[in-house]
C-alpha cells in the first residue's frame, strides 16, 4: 500500500508539499508513482507521474507550471510540491503506484493498481 501526507488548509498563492511513501518501507516492486486528484462532482484526473527507476517524470499540461514531482529514493518517498495554488485546486490528492515495466510512466489510471486514500487539500482565505 502506499500512504500519503501532507495534505491540509493552505491560501490562496500559498504551497503544499505532498509525500508519498510505501506502508512496507520501500516501493519495492513498484515502477512508477502517480499523484491523481478528484475535487467533488469531478472526475479523477491525472497531475504527474514517475519513474522510479530512471525518475523519467510526465505531468498534465495544466499541471506542468505550478506542480513539481520528485522522488527521494533513499526516503522511499515520492513528492508532489505544489505552488500558487488556487480554490479550483480544492481536491483529494492520491498516489498510486504501478508495476508495470516501462522506461517511462503515464498517468493511464488503469496501470495503476496500489491506491493511498488521499488527503485532503483546501484552498481557502
Known amino acids: 500500500q502506499v500512504v500519503e501526507s501532507g495534505g491540509g488548509l493552505v491560501q490562496p498563492g500559498g504551497s503544499l508539499r505532498l509525500s508519498c511513501t510505501a506502508s512496507s518501507g520501500a516501493f519495492t516492486g513498484y515502477s512508477a508513482i502517480a499523484w491523481f486528484r478528484q475535487a467533488p462532482g469531478k472526475e479523477r484526473e491525472g497531475i504527474a507521474c514517475?519513474?522510479?527507476?530512471?525518475?523519467?517524470?510526465y505531468y498534465a499540461q495544466p499541471m506542468k507550471d505550478r506542480f513539481t514531482i520528485s522522488a527521494d529514493n533513499a526516503e522511499n518517498t515520492v513528492f508532489l510540491q505544489m505552488n500558487s495554488l488556487k480554490p479550483e485546486d480544492n481536491a483529494v490528492y492520491s498516489c498510486?503506484?504501478?508495476?508495470?515495466?516501462?522506461?517511462?510512466?503515464?498517468?493511464?489510471?488503469?496501470?495503476?493498481?496500489?491506491w493511498g486514500q488521499g488527503t485532503q487539500v483546501t484552498v481557502s482565505s
Open positions: 514517475i519513474n522510479l527507476k530512471n525518475a523519467y517524470t
Open positions: 498510486a503506484a504501478s508495476s508495470v515495466a516501462a522506461r517511462k510512466c503515464s498517468l493511464l489510471i488503469i496501470t495503476y493498481r496500489t
